[in-house]
């Protein structure tokens, strides 16, 4: 019976993992912006980019919802 009560896979899965990682860099985000040293800075430039990045993957998986090969 655990054949059909799988983890959802395929694009919902994708979208799943995009949304847990936009968390965890969101959260990541927050915890720099209060700090002002070098390495913070640098580091919250880097996340930014990070989430820039997963945001334009998230919406290249989601325009293929509904597509077919």
Do not use: P, W
């Not at 694009?11 to 002002?36: P, S, V, W, Y």
């Not at 919250?44 to 998230?58: E, M």
Request: some cysteine; glycine content about 2%; overall charge positive.
């Amino acid at each position: 019976m655990s054949f059909f009560c799988k983890a959802a896979s395929g694009l919902n899965a994708d979208i799943d993992r995009h949304r847990q990682k936009e968390i965890e860099i969101l959260e990541r985000i927050a915890e720099l912006e209060d700090k002002t040293d070098e390495f913070s800075v640098n580091a919250l430039r880097v996340y930014r980019n990070f989430l820039n990045q997963l945001r334009q993957s998230k919406a290249d998986v989601t325009s293929k919802i509904g597509k077919r090969k």
